[in-house]
């Protein structure tokens, strides 16, 4: 030992070459709120396929990374998301995930009772309730439709629309959508309790017919020309959402389907839930935005469930053939997880009550509003 003191000026050196100079208390903030999201996906199962992808982006957002997020230059073709991000901001990936949402779901027993599209009609009442709430708080018109939409329950429409009419608040939307999704068997019962006496709880429904493979076909073609016809900013949904069921419905296409099933919305859900977690860095995420934001989705999923039950009250004023008002909470497009809290809740009232196959009509006649509304929401503000 010479006693000589360390050299710090090498010392500042090396700490410079790190990244850790670079880290900022909001950074610090979103890796809690990652651990958070990481906590709901891994432990408790919350949509763990959605919110580890969304969290997991949030965490790279909030890192100083280097070649992931930062766009052409004279030394650099890009970073990784710059181009993945792109599916979003071409509203590719949200479609794509519709063509496999299409060839996963069974309109069937909406075909056999075609009266619960009324149903998944009355849900829609969440988005627009909220969208009135969104522009008396000082969100504009656009911004408030981006904002109503997460009261349909359906994560890839909420990011379709957010991208199309208030990009700068994609993430709090997403992370909003995603998150009631995931906590639809906590959010819905004790609303759908308040609503129903114990008597409407225990209805049996009659069972549903046999709906054939024709009618199925028929089905699918119909609503993608009523539906593009009526409402031609919906197209892109509406037409990957029943491309995928006429693939299933054929029963000639096996590979497609399965494809379609399997790999393609497996690998879409992985690069759309990081795009949108790549987007959640702690500057934009931080704000009274995203707080009012994350209230104002609460308030459109519990519009939304309860308009779904009091509509299956109406129509009970007027039917001789009742429906068990349960069923109405499916109305959100949360296919198939709302169904099946109508099914427990109506099972808890009695254990002998099949609900599950009656709920799937609202279920999917839901995707297909929400799809319907997104699509107005883009025709009524044009970019």
């Known amino acids: 030992m010479d006693g000589t003191a360390p050299d710090t000026s090498r010392l500042q050196e090396l700490w410079q070459l790190t990244a850790i100079p670079d880290v900022t208390w909001q950074m610090v903030v979103m890796w809690i709120i990652v651990v958070g999201l990481f906590y709901l996906a891994v432990y408790r199962k919350f949509e763990p396929l959605l919110l580890i992808p969304i969290a997991f982006g949030a965490l790279l957002a909030n890192l100083p990374t280097e070649g992931l997020v930062n766009p052409p230059g004279e030394d650099s073709l890009g970073g990784l998301y710059h181009h993945i991000s792109k599916g979003v901001e071409y509203e590719i990936f949200p479609p794509l995930i519709f063509l496999g949402v299409g060839a996963l779901t ?8 075609p009266r619960t599209l009324l149903l ?119 037409g990957m959402l029943m491309l995928g069921n006429f693939l299933r419905e054929s029963l000639v296409t096996e590979r497609l389907t399965k494809a379609a099933q399997n790999e393609l919305i497996n690998i879409v859900t992985i690069f759309l839930g990081t795009s949108v977690g790549i987007t959640m860095t702690g500057e934009r995420f931080l704000n009274a935005d995203t707080l009012k934001i994350l209230a104002l989705g609460v308030v459109a999923f519990g519009i939304a469930t309860a308009a ?4 299956a009250k109406l129509m009970n004023l007027v039917s001789a053939n009742k429906i068990n008002p349960l069923i109405g909470s499916a109305g959100v497009s949360a296919v198939p997880m709302a169904a099946r809290v109508s099914q427990v809740e109506g099972q808890r009232a009695d254990p002998g009550n099949y609900l599950l196959m009656h709920a799937m009509g609202p279920n999917v006649a839901g995707v297909i509003g929400t799809a319907v509304v997104a699509g107005y929401f883009i025709a009524s503000f044009p970019g």
Do not use: H, W
């Open 120 to 238: 998944g009609a009355a849900a829609q009442f969440g988005v627009f309730a909220t969208f009135l709430g969104a522009t008396a708080i000082g969100f504009s018109p656009m911004e408030a439709g981006a904002i109503g939409i997460i009261g349909g329950a359906d994560g890839p429409t909420s990011i379709f629309l957010a991208n199309k009419l208030a990009p700068e608040l994609l993430a709090p939307i997403a992370v909003a959508a995603y998150s009631y999704m995931a906590l639809v068997p906590l959010l819905q019962p004790p609303i759908m309790r308040a609503l129903t006496t114990e008597k409407e709880r225990k209805i049996r429904m009659q069972s549903l017919r046999e709906v054939s493979r024709l009618e199925k076909l028929i089905f699918a073609g119909l609503v993608t020309v009523v539906v593009i016809l009526l409402v031609p900013a919906a197209s892109a949904l509406i």
């Open 308 to 311: 779904g039950v009091l509509m």
């Open 106 to 113: 069974d309109f069937g027993p909406l075909i056999a009772n």
